[in-house]
């Protein structure tokens, strides 16, 4: 459910430098449209911020939106825990080469070789394990399967053997496929290289120095703390129809997409992260490092993954850094330029196709503040 690429559109051709507010509004108001009950953003143009939102907290009310509301994050907490980890690489603690039979001795049994899979293959998605999200019940694909299945509680270890159940998708190094079960992998891996739980590493290297008072991973806490809406999903066959999926257990996601924040401070993460201020040049550098994703996959032209971080093209040009989101009743999105100086953070309820235009809303912000 963590979605594995940014849809960034490519229906601008030209930019200007007037984005503003009525500007955003209006992108908003489209995405609100295309069936999200709410939906905030913020966006740094590189001459000031801008803020807005659009629909209700709550369906069928007036209720507002909060500011700065607070929403599950989905998977843009895997670029908290290779930063977390980059970090440890840095101190000598671990490499990226190193295999994983190394720091998860036994783990990964035949047909897998845990030997010849390294950190690096987990952090870019290229070690050929599959998604354990495909044997995960509450993703069965139907509103009773998600309702009978939401509150079930998951251990990383559990998640873990859900994934390598299935043989290889290929030999470890020799292509790409997006893989949720590859962060559990990692959370594990920082618990024994920091010697404490994944999200106490995340909260001591990034959410604390950095100052994000309101990001944190919940566990196995169902609900969301601080001003929030409400979030909705929709289910086949009554596409369009909220459900309301506010409460769930994260564990579910664990250290490949548990986490929780606010616009806000995403804002200060991701410009942070580009901006040189959490890892040392080294390990940025390997960060920003990406293999193209294949072609067949269905990523927009350009589209290249790094160590937890995508790399897309804007409709102008430009290079945009980030990494999406989403889990049950949510979708955010996310992407700032190379230094990021200008960018943009989105979230929004998951009823109707929400994607094009929130991948046309980032764009906007990207191209349109040039």
């Not at 977390?84 to 190394?102: I, N, R």
């Not at 949510?330 to 009823?351: C, H, K, P």
Request: aromatic letters at 8%; charged letters at 15%; hydrophobic letters at 40%.
């Amino acid at each position: 459910m963590w979605m594995p690429m940014l849809l960034v559109s490519n229906l601008i051709f030209g930019w200007t430098v007037d984005y503003d507010q009525a500007a955003l509004q209006a992108d908003l108001d489209a995405i609100r449209q295309a069936g999200a009950v709410s939906v905030q953003a913020v966006v740094e143009t590189g001459r000031g911020r801008l803020s807005a939102k659009s629909g209700t907290a709550v369906e069928g009310t007036l209720s507002p939106v909060p500011e700065n509301a607070s929403f599950r994050i989905g998977s843009t907490t895997k670029p908290f825990v290779a930063a977390a980890l980059l970090q440890a690489v840095a101190e000598g603690k671990l490499t990226l080469e190193d295999p994983v039979e190394k720091w998860l001795p036994g783990f990964l049994s035949p047909p897998f070789d845990g030997n010849a899979i390294t950190v690096r293959m987990l952090l870019q998605h290229t070690s050929g394990i599959d998604d354990y999200l495909r044997d995960l019940p509450v993703f069965g694909g139907t509103k009773q399967e998600f309702e009978t299945n939401k509150l079930t509680s998951y251990t990383l270890d559990q998640l873990l053997e859900l994934g390598t159940a299935h043989p290889p998708l290929f030999a470890p190094g020799t292509s790409w496929m997006y893989s949720n079960t590859n962060y559990v992998a990692l959370g594990m891996i920082l618990e024994n290289v920091d010697g404490k739980e994944w999200a106490d590493s995340v909260k001591t290297r990034i959410i604390g120095p950095l100052g994000l008072m309101r990001t944190y991973a919940p566990a196995e806490e169902t609900g969301l703390n601080g001003p929030h809406a409400r979030a909705y999903q929709d289910f086949p066959p009554e596409f369009g129809v909220p459900v309301d999926a506010t409460t769930l257990n994260p564990s579910m996601a664990g250290s490949s997409g548990e986490m929780v924040s606010t616009p806000d401070d995403l804002m200060v993460f991701w410009q942070s992260l580009l901006g040189g201020k959490i890892l040392a040049p080294a390990e940025l550098a390997e960060m920003m490092t990406t293999v193209p994703i294949p072609a067949e996959l269905g990523a927009p032209e350009g589209t290249e993954y790094g160590l937890g971080i995508f790399k897309m093209m804007a409709s102008c040009g430009e290079e945009v850094w980030g990494h999406n989101g989403s889990i049950f009743g949510t979708y955010g999105t996310n992407g700032f330029t190379l230094d990021g100086s200008r960018g943009a953070i989105l979230w929004m309820s998951q009823v109707g196709d929400v994607s094009a235009p929130a991948g046309q809303t980032l764009d906007n912000a990207i191209c349109q503040t040039k």
